[in-house]
């Protein structure tokens, strides 16, 4: 039995540029996202690893699929997640999904459009706050708000990291439609800094992905769990200071992510904004559509 050692990149649940597995996470429920998290890592880095084919990540993510639905006992991380669904009687679909993105990673280098983008955040994302929902007991009728949170914070990463991901695995998540109505290429993303036509370009994902937190921010106040809901509220208020960090910097050419201070102040922020919710005075923004340019 394996548990994926060969192929690890060393990240732990501390290294996330969101919490996972926070101490607002109830201890009962703890055990089961560690789980799903270590699969999610594991698989994370067989899709990422960048001394392996394709044809080889694809077999190793199938090692984890079977071991997952119980076709196999080969991948160790795999039969412990399956053994914990069991135990508290949840669905394995969601595990399911984040395999189908991973195998994308694995095989496919560019994305057409926003739609094209969407779709595969739908499998690479949105399992995730599917998965926390479900730990927690939540309606269903979360999901849409949920999805929406997920889809920004992929594609927030997305941007933060447009220019490593061409650099080091020729991968881009930038839309192809988006690239070319600028004039530009995915060679782009090569250069130093930003060009003025790349810079409209990442604007104008960036206030896209926006319009996605308009639609989370209904999110919050839906839960019923304190714990998830406070998590929740946190992660809107740190992704929506990722939006506003990612139009005041050039990800080429320097590091678009919030330092501890910037973080810290914005996770009080959602602690502020949640307790207001808590006390009847806050309210979610909810939105007919998403994704607006």
């Known amino acids: 039995m394996t548990n994926g050692a060969d192929f690890t990149s060393g990240k732990d649940h501390t ?5 996972v597995g926070s101490f607002l996470i109830a201890a009962r429920h703890r055990p089961v996202v560690m789980a799903f998290y270590r699969v999610a890592r594991q698989s994370d880095d067989i899709a990422d690893h960048p001394g392996l084919a394709p044809v080889d990540k694809l077999a190793a993510l199938k090692r984890i ?28 679909q969601h595990a399911l999904d984040l395999l189908e993105a991973f195998r994308c990673d694995a095989t496919k280098q560019r994305y057409a459009d926003w739609a094209e983008l969407m779709d595969y955040c739908r499998y690479s994302a949105a399992p995730v706050g599917r998965f926390m929902l479900d730990v927690h007991g ?26 490593e991901d061409y650099r080091e695995m020729n991968r881009v998540y930038v839309p192809l439609d988006a690239l070319a109505e600028a004039g530009l290429g995915v060679e782009a993303l090569a250069e130093p800094k930003s060009t003025p036509a790349l810079r409209s370009v990442i604007d104008r994902l960036t206030r896209r992905t926006d319009g996605l937190l308009q639609v989370s921010r209904a999110l919050a106040p839906q839960v019923k769990d304190a714990g998830i809901g406070l998590e929740v509220a946190v992660i809107q208020s740190i992704a929506e200071a990722m939006t ?50």
């Not at 699929?65 to 009687?89: H, I, W």
């Not at 050419?253 to 959602?270: F, I, M, S, T, V």
């Not at 979610?284 to 559509?289: A, D, R």
């Open 65 to 92: 699929e079977d071991s997952l639905l119980g076709k196999s006992t080969e991948d160790a991380n795999a039969v412990a997640l399956r053994q914990v669904l069991a135990e508290r009687g949840l669905t394995d």
């Open 15 to 19: 290294n996330e540029n969101f919490p």
């Open 138 to 163: 939540e309606d269903r009728a979360t999901w849409p708000a949920s999805d929406a949170l997920c889809a920004a914070l992929q594609v927030i990463n997305h941007l933060q990291d447009c220019a």
């Open 244 to 293: 506003r960090k990612l139009l005041r910097c050039d990800p080429l050419a320097e590091r678009a992510k919030l330092d501890k201070p910037q973080q810290a102040a914005a996770a009080l922020k959602g602690v502020g904004a949640f307790a207001l919710i808590r006390m009847g005075l806050g309210k979610g923004v909810k939105l007919s559509q998403t994704g607006a340019p």
